[in-house]
Structures are given as structure tokens and as C-alpha cells.
């Protein structure tokens, strides 16, 4: 086992941060920083590995559940609360980033923010962004919980929240557990539904973003919507 210790100091990770940047780091690197300590016969760097080869990448890592997550060595209760802050951190950081924004002028912090919330979940979520006529967020919603289908996701209950919110517009997004991204016959059939419901109260359907793994697939690029 090489201690970080005994690295040249420019490749140690928190000196290369330091010096070059978060974007410089290895995802080993930047998970060392925030274990900050390794384990008997492991620096915090070869723990690091460990981890992500255990999880299959920091993906799995970040959506481990609490069970999960604190079984793995050098991991535990602290680790797993300091993780859900860091996250939540960047989830309240996204959403700033995009509330008051027109989100066409800033699609990938809009993507990244969709991507925080939804990426990981074991189960389907359907979500929606209200946007005023400015295209700006006034909302973020997670409306329907479940296998997404003709069956649970209801047009009213996304009408009546549209007019609560007084929206001029609306981005959808839901998750696809599995990973895969590509629309489903189900996905196509729920938003022209939808689509056409909320024409009908002059609120237009400006995207539709499918969550897996990568970046997602977004209707209005595929010219779906």
C-alpha cells in the first residue's frame, strides 16, 4: 500500500486540487477527499477504488440506500450524512442556478438539476418543471410515483398544477431505472396526451427528458414534441 503521504505532494489529491482544480481529479481521488481517511492495510485512495468497483462507479455509490451504503467497509452513518448533504448541497446549487433563468438559454444546468433528482432511484418518478412565460422555473415537482404508464400518470392532476402555479410552459422529465433512456411507447403516448390536455389551458409542452444513464434524452432534440 502506497500512503498518499509518500506521493509526490503535487499528486496527492487535495494538493492537485489545489493546484489544478476539481476537474483534474480521478473519481478515486475526489472520493479520497471526502473519506479523508483509509482503513487498516488501505490509504484512503486504494479505499476509494475499492468503493467504486463495489458499486460500479460513483453512480451507484451516490444512489446507494442508507442499508447499503453503510454495509461497505471504511463506510458508515457519518460517511452516508455528510453524503446526502454534499448532495443536497448541489441539488439547492443547481436549482438556483435555474430558478428565475430561462431555462432554453441554460439546458445543461437544467439537464444537471433533472439528473440530481432523478438519477439512481429504484423506482419511476414523472416530474414536472413549471416555467412562466419567460421560460423561467417558478416550480419543480414530483408529481406520480411508480411504473409511468397511461395508468398513473393522470392529465388532470398535471392540469390542475399547471394552473395552480399560473405556468406558461412546462418541461417533464421521469427516470428510467434500468439506465436505458430510449422513450417508450408508453413515454411517446403520455406527453401527446398531456401535450393536448394542456393546450387546451394555453400551456405549452417545451420538453420532455428522459433520466438514465449519460446524459439523458430529451424529446424537443429528438423533434418529438
Known amino acids: 500500500m502506497t500512503k498518499i503521504t509518500d506521493m509526490p505532494e503535487d499528486e496527492r489529491p487535495r494538493e492537485k486540487l489545489l493546484k489544478r482544480g476539481a476537474n483534474a481529479l480521478t473519481d478515486a481521488e475526489l472520493l479520497a477527499i471526502f473519506l479523508r481517511t483509509g482503513i487498516a492495510g488501505k490509504s484512503a485512495i486504494d479505499l476509494a477504488r475499492d468503493l467504486i468497483a463495489t458499486f460500479g462507479g460513483l453512480s451507484g455509490l ?3 440506500s442508507q442499508n447499503e451504503f453503510c454495509k461497505a467497509k471504511g463506510l458508515g452513518d457519518a460517511k452516508y450524512v455528510q453524503l446526502q448533504a ?3 448541497i448541489n441539488r439547492r446549487y443547481l436549482r438556483e442556478e435555474i430558478t428565475g433563468r430561462d431555462v432554453l438559454t441554460s439546458p445543461d444546468a437544467t439537464r444537471d438539476y433533472l439528473k440530481l433528482r432523478l438519477r439512481g432511484l429504484a423506482h419511476e418518478v414523472f416530474a414536472c418543471l413549471f416555467l412562466d412565460n419567460r421560460h423561467r422555473v417558478i416550480e419543480y415537482q414530483e408529481l406520480f410515483r ?6 398513473s400518470v393522470h392529465t388532470r392532476e398535471v392540469v390542475k398544477e399547471a394552473i395552480r402555479w399560473n ?4 418541461i ?3 427516470n428510467h431505472p434500468s439506465g436505458v433512456a430510449e422513450p417508450s411507447q408508453a413515454d411517446l403516448h403520455i406527453t401527446k ?3 393536448e390536455a394542456l393546450q387546451l389551458v394555453e400551456v405549452r409542452v417545451l420538453d420532455h427528458i428522459i433520466v438514465g444513464a449519460g446524459d439523458g434524452t430529451s424529446f424537443a432534440e429528438r423533434g418529438l414534441i
Open 146 to 151: 411508480g411504473t409511468i404508464d397511461g395508468a
Open 86 to 88: 454534499v448532495m443536497e
Open 193 to 195: 396526451r398531456l401535450q
Open 62 to 64: 451516490l444512489a446507494a
Open 167 to 170: 405556468a406558461a410552459a412546462v
Open 172 to 174: 417533464f422529465a421521469h
